[in-house]
Structures are given as C-alpha cells and as structure tokens.
C-alpha cells in the first residue's frame, strides 16, 4: 500500500514535470483526434510491428515480406530524429487463428502506430477487426482476397474494416486476368475450379468463374479440397466427371502437390491442363517434375525499372540487396509489395507526425486519412494510389508457363499474358 | 408391481423409451438418406452425368488401396489395446517416423539412378528402413514413455500417448523440417497399368494390396502359430496369470509394439507408393483414420482391424460421391473425412462393439 502511494506520487510529479517542460518550450498543447494519438518520447523509437506467416506450411511467403519490411525500415532512416522500430517479428500462421493472437499481442501495446501483414487473407479477416477497433492502421503485401477491401464496384467486402489497406491485388483483377487467359489466349471453354475454404483461395475461384462465365465459359465443377487432405483420387473423379480441358486450383503448396501428382492417375484427366496461382509459384511446387509446363497467374515482379520514391532503391537493386543479406531470392512475388507497404507507412507517419516539445505525437486517424489519400505514389510495384476500401495495389497480374524446372526465374520470364487493372 | 418397477422382460420389451426411439429414429433415417442419395447417384449415372463407370471402378480400386494401408495401421492399435487396453495414440507417429526416415534413402536411390535400375531391390530398401526405423520408435516409446506407467490407471498412459505423439511430431519438424517433401515417383514400370482378372489397374495399387495382403498373413501366421503368439495372446487375456505360467510379460509386450510399429513401417512404403507427400504431421490423420478403422472392426481384433480400414478406405473414397453427391450437397469431396467419420458413427449406431467385436466387459474397457 504505502509503495503504491509513493509510485503514484512520482508519477504525478513527473507528470507535473513533463507538462512544465512543455509549457517551457513555448509548444501548445496537441489535440488528439478521435482515435486517439501515439506520443513518441525524446529517446524512444517509433514502434510498427511486421505480422507475417514466418512458420509453417506457408512461410515461404511471410519470410520474404518480413525481410522486405526490415529492409525498407533500415532503407528509410529516421523519422523525426527517431528511429523505427519493427520489433520481433510476429507469426499470423497463415490462419484465423494465428491473425487473432498476433493482433491481441499487438494492440495490448499501446505504443505500436501501425502493422504491416499480414501475409494470408484468412489470418487478415481474424486480425483486421481487433486492429482496427483499437484505431491501428495496417497495410498487407499479400493479402488479396476480395472479402478484405471491395467488389471495386462501391460495396464493401465483408472482412473490410477501416484502417486496412495492401499494396497486394485485389483477386477479382487476378480471377479477371485469369479468365480472360484461359478464354482468349488457351482457347479453352470448360473449366474445373479447386479451392480450399480459405478466403484467399475460394475468393480467387469465385473472381475467375464470375469472369470466366461472363466471357462466354463454362465452369463445369467448382469443388473444395480440405486443409491437410493427401488422397486427392475422389475429389478428382468428381472433377473428371465433369469433363473439364483446364483445372484452375489456386491453393497452397501441400494439397497442390497433390492434386499435381495425383491427377494424372485419373481416368478422363490424363490430358487436362492445369493452372494454379501465386500460391503455388514457389520454390518447393516448381521443383517437382508434375509442375512442368503448368500455367501459373501472379502478381507482375518485373519491377527492375521501377524505384521506390521514398528510398530511392529499384527493383534490381532491390533483389541485389536481398541475396547479399539473406544469401537467397526472395522465395515468394510479394516482396516489392512489402517494401513498398512499409515505407508508405513510414512516409505517412513522417507527414502527419507532430512535434510537441521532446514529444512526437502521431494522431491515428490523420494516419489513416493520410493513407487514404495516397495518389500516385511511386513504388517498386509501380505507381500505388489507394482506394476508399484500402485497395492501393498496382493490380498488374502477369501469367507464366513453367517450362523450366532448372532455372525458375527463366521460367517466371516466360509470361505468356499481361493484363492490367 | 406397477410397470416402471417391474423389471420382467415382457414389460421392458414394451415400455416407451426416448434414448431407444431417438436412436431408432437416427438408424431409420440415416438408412434413408443413404439410399435416397445412391439413387439419386445411380439417376445420374443413368443420365450419363456424373463419374463414368470406368471412374467409380478407379475410385473403388484406390478406396481399397488406400484401405489396406489403413488396415496395416490400424493392427498396431488393435494389438497394444488387445494386450494393454489403451490407446496408443502416438501410433501413427511411429508410422510417420519410418515413413520420414527412408524418405532420405529413397531421394538419394533416386538421384543416383538405383531407383529406376533395380525397382524391387530399391523398394526392398524403402521397406526394411521403414519398418526399422518405426518398429525403433515404437519399441523406445514402449521402454521410456509407457512401460514406467504399467499398472496406473488405463486414462494415464492414454494422456501420455499423446504427449509421445506431440514430441515425436515436433521432434521431426526440428530435425527435418516443416516443408512438404515427396517421395521420387514409383520406380521403373510400376505406376502403368496391370491387367489383373480383366481389368486394368494401376501397378502401385495392385502392389499396395498384395503387399498388405501379405503382411496379414503373415501376422496372423505369427499370432496364431508361433509360440511368441502365443504368449501375446496369453498376456491379452491375463497378465498376471501369464506370468505366473512362465511367460516373460515385459517381453511379451515390446514384441506387441515392435510388430505394431513393424506393421505400421510397412504401411509406411505404401504411404509412399500410394500419396508419395510427406511432412511432420503426415501420421496424425492416418493415425486417426486407422484407429477409426480399428474401432469400426472390433477394437482388439485383428481380422476386424483389416476389414475396417478397408471398409474406411472404400467410405471415404466411394461415400462422398455415391451418397451425398446424390443427395446434391455441393463440393462434396471436402467432406471425404466427415464421411469417414460418419460411417464410424452409424457402424457403432448398429453394432456398438464394431464389426466382429465381441462385448467387452466393463472390467475390459478402457
């Protein structure tokens, strides 16, 4: 009891103290906006938090946006005299799960301004409301289910919560991209559809049969493999059924590999074509001998040319700086996304940070504001203007075909089709 | 005597009862839905829509194959609860681990060109590792996680089975990784078709069955004929009285879990013929299936054990296409294990000893 006392008589004097020192520095006092603000003390950093899938099934994709983050962090200096603090990285799993927990660490700490992450939409639709009603902002690289933003048409998705934003596409431009390929470019009219359940992949298959049918196309079964199934015989009699020219399944890698090993084994499919997504354009699905000569649809990463205008770094640099730290290629396509989310963040923070005394303020809402009103930001993914929905993707999907299992960056060159929301 | 006292048999026989008439009625309508969606199925294959018949033929051979390995699992379960009455459930771990373990040979075999050259040698290869390396697993398992709780309650060694399942699924995530790894594709001429009794089937599967086949026999050859069967058998029935007739009951129980960890080694390559991929938490649904399979034949009963990871494996292959696809439920193939578990629930509805269960009693029962 008596300790409390005293603790809390210097807490009050030195609170007392600090309201002197800046009434002594002649600064008016700052009003916080409605979401309150961060205030950001002489010797502290400022504190963002990365929140990726860096375990598991799925970290091939968290690791590379991760990297990126740090990179862009030290790339961008200071803020204000501060430093920028992304802190330990946190882990959304790649699930609703994993994006609940993070998001619970993260808001318990009220010094933390923004987030970028998370890496999958399904760990985004558990994470984006408990960021958002504590007056966060969050920026993914690589979330792109259309759930997260809007249909582009005004209405927003039902996972959209203000505060969120993402340099990634919003898949109805992939599902637009992809329909158009297999239409127009393949020639192909009757089309099988696979996801998983999660918002990512069923958002991408809802988009590309919503496309596809408009073009004139056929969707002939649009079924569902569950999360850790290996026996992929009875889900594709019931594709072969329905006697596709094309399965479109864009999921992760282990369901991925196989549907790709099993399909051959299925009478009626011997000589079916298959098309997946960025979720399977990685390292360990491009190394087996059955992704040979499959179509994959991804975000466009020839970003050579394009600098990023808050660092002044271009793509190639960019991979130049990346395999000297990390002694690899980045294992996924979004980590010019990721470095473009971070220093948008950082340029925002800059523009509406407040110095007050020894004090930074950082109002939450003018953050937001801010970010909304990004306009023709120049990235390594290109220019980046963002939506009311937080959409600020360049929304350039390319579509390669795997024609060599060697050299998988050979193969990622051999885009056979643009398109360009 | 009024009704709700007497306890004469006519009177029972007659007495309205809401846990029978609900289970009744449980009984009476799944039988319904059942055979409202196989004919709705056979509608549609009359119509020429849905699988053709060379489809439902290939769904049944892999529904079998796929059955076979889970019978091979599912033995290891029936014999440790057979001899111990408890669940092992670290089982499909031990299943994992030899299965994970030649992974190593079977990708080197594959790079120097054995794989290819000398199929039968290589899968010979494939095959001693992983019954090694899981009957190893299976036998530690028993020596320094269950044997020290001989004698506690039956829930303790149950508890600590999935504490050995967890450190084991990890142990592996730590030493190989958590990416998904594949087995090379099956060997030289293996994975094209067979003629077999008319039909054509896929080399692997054919394999698959006549290896499980084989692994049966031989198990129930070593059960029933051996004088080290013998004494498992004996040790089943009564520990204590076992002892006392001469018969070494801690040796008794590792060759238990060693010819159960064999078992599962076995299923192991035929994991690797049949799916191929293979990551650190690849035993845990197996495991679960085979322990279904081993419910859903007679826990504790070999012969049932085979037959119920068969009928499992053909459920979950057939069921979701013939059943609810008939019924009109939407991507019905995500379902697959939900109709594997179902199928356990009806069995058990009708027969809640399992297939060929006998009536356990309740001094028995875990």
Same mark, same amino acid.
């Given at each position: 009891?008596?300790?409390?006392?005293?603790?809390?008589?210097?807490?009050?004097?030195?609170?007392?103290?600090?309201?002197?020192?800046?009434?002594?520095?002649?600064?008016?006092?700052?009003?916080?906006?409605?979401? /309150?603000?961060?205030?950001?003390?002489?010797?502290?950093?400022?504190?963002?938090?990365?929140?990726?899938?860096?375990?598991?099934?799925?970290?091939?994709?968290?690791?590379?946006?991760?990297?990126?983050?740090?990179?862009?962090?030290?790339?961008?200096?200071?803020?204000?005299?501060?430093?920028?603090?992304?802190?330990?990285?946190?882990?959304?799993?790649?699930?609703?799960? $994993?994006?609940?927990?993070?998001?619970?660490?993260?808001?318990?700490?009220? +010094?933390?301004?923004?987030?970028?992450?998370?890496?999958?939409?399904?760990?985004?639709?558990?994470?984006?409301?408990?960021?958002?009603?504590? $007056?966060?902002?969050?920026?993914?690289?690589?979330?792109?289910?259309?759930?997260?933003?809007?249909?582009?048409?005004?209405?927003?998705?039902?996972?959209?919560?203000?505060?969120?934003?993402?340099?990634?596409?919003? %898949?109805?431009?992939? $599902?637009?991209?992809?329909?158009?390929?297999?239409? *127009?470019?393949?020639?192909?009219?009757?089309?099988?559809?696979?996801?998983?359940?999660?918002?990512?992949?069923?958002?991408?298959?809802?988009?590309?049969?919503?496309?596809?049918?408009?073009?004139?196309?056929?969707?002939?079964?649009?079924? +569902?493999?569950?999360?850790?199934?290996?026996?992929?015989?009875?889900?594709?009699?019931?594709?072969? +059924?329905?006697?596709?020219?094309?399965?479109?399944?864009?999921?992760?890698?282990?369901?991925?590999?196989?549907?790709?090993?099993?399909?051959?084994?299925?009478?009626?499919?011997?000589?079916?074509?298959?098309?997946?997504?960025? $979720?399977?354009?990685?390292?360990?699905?491009?190394?087996?001998?059955?992704?040979?000569?499959?179509?994959?649809?991804? !975000?466009?990463?020839?970003? %050579? *040319?394009?600098?990023?205008?808050?660092?002044?770094?271009?793509?190639?640099?960019?991979?130049?700086?990346?395999?000297?730290?990390?002694?690899?290629?980045?294992?996924a396509d979004f980590w010019g996304h990721a470095y473009d989310a971070t220093t948008m963040l950082l340029t925002a923070i800059e523009a509406v940070a407040v110095e007050d005394g020894d004090s930074l303020w950082i109002d939450r809402q003018a953050l937001r504001d801010e970010l909304n009103s990004i306009s023709g930001f120049d990235g390594l993914i290109g220019s980046i203007?963002?939506?009311?929905?937080? %959409?600020?993707?360049?929304?350039?999907?390319?579509?390669?075909?795997?024609?060599?299992?060697?050299?998988?960056?050979?193969?990622?060159?051999?885009?056979?089709?643009?398109?360009?929301? | #005597?009024?009704?709700?006292?007497? !306890?004469?048999?006519?009177?029972?026989?007659?007495?309205?009862?809401?846990?029978?008439?609900?289970?009744?009625?449980?009984?009476?309508?799944?039988?319904?839905?059942?055979?409202? /969606?196989?004919?709705?199925?056979?509608?549609?294959?009359?119509?020429?829509?849905?699988?053709?018949? *060379?489809?439902?033929?290939?769904?049944?051979?892999?529904?079998?194959?796929?059955?076979?390995?889970?019978?091979?699992?599912?033995?290891?379960?029936?014999?440790?609860?057979?001899?111990?009455?408890?669940?092992?459930?670290?089982?499909?771990?031990?299943?994992?681990?030899?299965?994970?373990?030649?992974?190593?040979?079977?990708? &080197?075999?594959?790079?120097?060109?054995?794989?290819?050259?000398?199929?039968?040698?290589a899968l010979l290869i494939v095959l001693s590792i992983s019954m090694l390396v899981s009957t190893l697993v299976a036998v530690l398992a028993e020596r320094i996680a269950y044997r020290p709780l001989r004698g506690a309650p039956r829930l303790i060694p149950l508890i600590t089975s999935i504490g050995v399942s967890f450190f084991l699924q990890y142990a592996f995530a730590g030493?190989?990784?958590?990416?998904?790894?594949?087995?090379?594709?099956?060997?030289?001429?293996?994975?094209?078709?067979?003629?077999?009794?008319?039909?054509?089937?896929?080399?692997?599967?054919?394999?698959?069955?006549?290896?499980?086949?084989?692994?049966?026999?031989?198990?129930?050859?070593?059960?029933?004929?051996?004088?080290?069967?013998?004494?498992?058998?004996?040790?089943?029935?009564?520990?204590?009285?076992?002892?006392? #007739? /001469?018969?070494?009951?801690?040796?008794?129980?590792?060759?238990?879990?060693?010819?159960?960890?064999?078992? +599962?080694?076995?299923?192991?390559?035929?994991?690797?013929?049949?799916?191929?991929?293979? %990551?650190?938490?690849?035993?845990?649904?197996?495991?679960?299936?085979?322990?279904?399979?081993?419910?859903?034949?007679?826990?504790?009963? &070999?012969?049932?054990?085979?037959?119920?990871?068969?009928?499992?494996?053909?459920?979950?292959?057939?069921?979701?296409?013939?059943v609810l696809n008939g019924l009109g439920i939407p991507a019905v193939s995500q379902l697959k294990d939900a109709v594997a578990f179902a199928a356990l629930v009806l069995v058990l509805v009708f027969r809640p000893t399992g297939l060929l269960g006998e009536r356990l009693g309740s001094e028995d029962r875990a």
């Amino acid at each position: 009891m008596k300790k409390s006392r005293s603790v809390r008589l210097i807490a009050a004097l030195g609170a007392l103290a600090l309201v002197i020192a800046a009434c002594g520095d002649g600064g008016g006092e700052f009003e916080a906006g409605e979401l /309150g603000a961060v205030e950001v003390g002489a010797d502290e950093a400022i504190q963002i938090r990365s929140l990726n899938a860096i375990t598991g099934e799925v970290a091939f994709l968290g690791i590379p946006n991760e990297n990126a983050i740090r990179m862009a962090v030290d790339d961008y200096g200071q803020i204000a005299g501060r430093d920028v603090n992304v802190g330990t990285g946190l882990d959304d799993l790649c699930s609703a799960d $994993g994006g609940q927990s993070a998001a619970q660490t993260i808001v318990a700490d009220s +010094a933390v301004v923004g987030v970028i992450g998370t890496s999958c939409s399904g760990a985004a639709a558990a994470a984006s409301p408990l960021l958002s009603d504590a $007056g966060l902002s969050m920026i993914s690289a690589s979330n792109t289910s259309p759930s997260l933003t809007s249909d582009l048409e005004g209405t927003a998705g039902e996972n959209y919560y203000a505060g969120y934003y993402r340099t990634a596409h919003n %898949d109805l431009f992939q $599902g637009q991209a992809a329909a158009n390929f297999v239409f *127009e470019n393949l020639d192909l009219t009757k089309v099988a559809l696979i996801h998983d359940g999660d918002p990512y992949t069923n958002g991408l298959t809802t988009a590309f049969e919503n496309a596809f049918t408009e073009l004139g196309g056929e969707i002939v079964v649009h079924t +569902a493999v569950s999360v850790g199934q290996t026996d992929m015989v009875p889900v594709l009699t019931e594709v072969a +059924a329905g006697e596709p020219e094309l399965i479109f399944f864009p999921i992760f890698p282990a369901e991925g590999t196989a549907i790709a090993q099993q399909v051959s084994g299925v009478a009626g499919l011997e000589d079916v074509v298959l098309m997946a997504a960025d $979720g399977l354009s990685v390292t360990n699905f491009l190394d087996l001998p059955e992704s040979e000569n499959m179509y994959f649809s991804g !975000p466009d990463t020839r970003f %050579d *040319e394009n600098t990023n205008e808050a660092t002044d770094l271009n793509g190639e640099q960019f991979l130049a700086d990346y395999e000297s730290e990390f002694g690899e290629a980045p294992s996924a396509d979004f980590w010019g996304h990721a470095y473009d989310a971070t220093t948008m963040l950082l340029t925002a923070i800059e523009a509406v940070a407040v110095e007050d005394g020894d004090s930074l303020w950082i109002d939450r809402q003018a953050l937001r504001d801010e970010l909304n009103s990004i306009s023709g930001f120049d990235g390594l993914i290109g220019s980046i203007t963002c939506d009311e929905y937080g %959409d600020c993707g360049a929304n350039v999907i390319s579509i390669f075909q795997h024609n060599n299992l060697d050299d998988h960056q050979a193969s990622k060159a051999n885009i056979l089709y643009t398109y360009s929301g | #005597m009024t009704t709700t006292t007497s !306890p004469s048999k006519t009177s029972r026989r007659f007495r309205f009862n809401w846990v029978d008439s609900f289970l009744w009625f449980i009984r009476v309508s799944a039988l319904i839905a059942i055979v409202i /969606g196989i004919v709705g199925s056979v509608q549609l294959f009359l119509e020429g829509e849905g699988p053709t018949a *060379e489809q439902w033929r290939d769904l049944v051979i892999s529904g079998l194959s796929t059955g076979f390995m889970y019978g091979l699992i599912a033995l290891g379960y029936s014999m440790v609860y057979g001899v111990l009455g408890f669940i092992n459930f670290a089982h499909g771990e031990v299943f994992m681990s030899g299965l994970m373990v030649s992974l190593i040979a079977a990708t &080197l075999m594959f790079e120097n060109g054995f794989w290819d050259a000398n199929p039968t040698l290589a899968l010979l290869i494939v095959l001693s590792i992983s019954m090694l390396v899981s009957t190893l697993v299976a036998v530690l398992a028993e020596r320094i996680a269950y044997r020290p709780l001989r004698g506690a309650p039956r829930l303790i060694p149950l508890i600590t089975s999935i504490g050995v399942s967890f450190f084991l699924q990890y142990a592996f995530a730590g030493i190989f990784g958590v990416a998904t790894r594949s087995y090379p594709p099956a060997p030289g001429n293996l994975g094209n078709d067979v003629e077999f009794l008319g039909i054509a089937i896929e080399g692997t599967k054919l394999l698959v069955v006549g290896v499980a086949l084989i692994s049966m026999v031989g198990l129930w050859w070593f059960v029933a004929k051996t004088k080290t069967g013998r004494a498992m058998r004996a040790v089943a029935e009564d520990k204590e009285i076992a002892g006392l #007739m /001469g018969i070494n009951v801690d040796r008794t129980i590792v060759t238990t879990f060693a010819v159960g960890g064999a078992m +599962a080694g076995v299923a192991g390559l035929l994991w690797a013929l049949l799916f191929r991929a293979v %990551d650190f938490l690849t035993g845990f649904l197996p495991g679960i299936k085979a322990f279904t399979a081993a419910v859903l034949g007679g826990i504790g009963n &070999l012969p049932g054990a085979m037959l119920g990871g068969v009928l499992l494996g053909l459920f979950e292959n057939v069921g979701p296409l013939l059943v609810l696809n008939g019924l009109g439920i939407p991507a019905v193939s995500q379902l697959k294990d939900a109709v594997a578990f179902a199928a356990l629930v009806l069995v058990l509805v009708f027969r809640p000893t399992g297939l060929l269960g006998e009536r356990l009693g309740s001094e028995d029962r875990a």
